[in-house]
């Protein structure tokens, strides 16, 4: 009775979300952490690890889903994971409190998530991700990060990058922070195993198709990272540095995540995601970037509307 009870699906799925949720902590604060003790300079940290550590879940979710071939599940998890950063995390963040956005941030970042997004929406239109598209994709994020530190290196570009280390910080010394990093490492690994296992098994068992389980319960769990350090900086009075994190993050989802796991297997893209979803994804970014320049604030009732479509989104396809 035990064991079919840990084989069921959906076991395996709430596992994994409890999993990737406490690992994918673990594992941006062990690593922010060790770079700290390091002396790694607090704008590269938040640069580079806070913003791609984020995406570990989701990365290693698509990889595992590449790896067993399921490529609906690659690119759903990415798609259903932007989508959720935006109407979802954001959404909460406002109903919470609503937050005001810098002008340069949302005008250089946003417009950048709004260029992959549409390169996401062209990738749709061929069809499929090549290795040499994904190598394109990675040159792109390398280019953009190094942009990014060469233009970022004002007052308070570096007091916003200390805050989010501060944020992440573990107490103790390196011993303590390479635990936790090896830990989180591994229970992310672990996680998205439970995860995509759980995803198919319940895809089976439903009748319905692994895209929509991707694009809904397995990118819910792997925007869990997104969700807690984005809810905890603005509850903290940094929502600056949230706004960043999420749209660092959508930007990783589509190059880092994409076009590495392009390089384990080529990602075939089903008509259904790229006429769908995909431009849905792109719509629901452009909604974001307009919300939070209104303004440059974002409010409670354009965080509400953020949640009703999102809830609109998961009925939609379900029964679609």
Not at 55 to 74: C, F, H, R, W, Y
Not at 135 to 157: E, H, K, N, V
Not at 234 to 252: D, E, P, Y
Request: glycine content about 12%.
């Amino acid at each position: 009775m035990v064991k079919q009870a840990m084989e069921s699906p959906i076991f395996l799925l709430i596992a994994g979300f409890i999993v990737l949720g406490f690992a994918g902590e673990a594992l941006l604060r062990g690593a922010v952490s060790a770079a700290s003790h390091l002396k790694v300079p607090p704008l590269i940290i938040g640069l580079t690890i806070i913003a791609f550590g984020t995406s570990a879940p989701e990365l290693t979710v698509s990889v595992k889903a590449a790896l067993n071939g399921q490529p609906d599940i690659s690119i759903g998890n990415v798609v259903g994971s932007n989508i959720a950063n935006i109407l979802l995390v954001l959404g909460l963040m406002a109903v919470v409190s609503p937050f005001a956005t810098q002008k340069g941030t949302l005008a250089r970042d946003g417009s950048f998530m709004l260029g992959v997004s549409v390169v996401l929406v062209g990738l749709g239109f061929i069809g499929f991700i090549s290795p040499a598209l994904g190598t394109l994709m990675l040159l792109g994020l390398i280019g953009f990060t190094i942009y990014l530190y060469s233009s970022s290196r004002t007052g308070a570009d570096t007091q916003e990058a200390e805050a989010g280390v501060e944020e992440n910080l573990l107490p103790g010394g390196p011993p303590v922070a390479l635990l936790v990093l090896a830990l989180g490492l591994a229970g992310v690994i672990w996680g998205a195993d439970l995860m995509v296992d759980g995803a198919i098994l319940l895809a089976r068992q439903l009748g319905i198709s692994e895209a929509v389980i991707a694009l809904s319960l397995v990118a819910l769990g792997t925007s869990l990272p997104e969700l807690a350090v984005s809810m905890v900086a603005a509850l903290r009075g940094h929502a600056s540095l949230a706004v960043g994190n999420i749209i660092g993050s959508n930007i990783s989802n589509i190059l880092l995540i994409l076009g590495a796991t392009s390089l384990i297997a080529p990602l075939p893209i089903s008509d259904l995601m790229a006429y769908r979803d995909i431009p849905i994804m792109l719509g629901v970014a452009a909604l974001g970037v307009l919300f939070m320049g209104s303004g440059r604030r974002m409010s409670r009732l354009e965080g509400s509307i953020c949640l009703a479509l999102y809830a609109s989104y998961m009925g939609f396809i379900f029964t679609a």
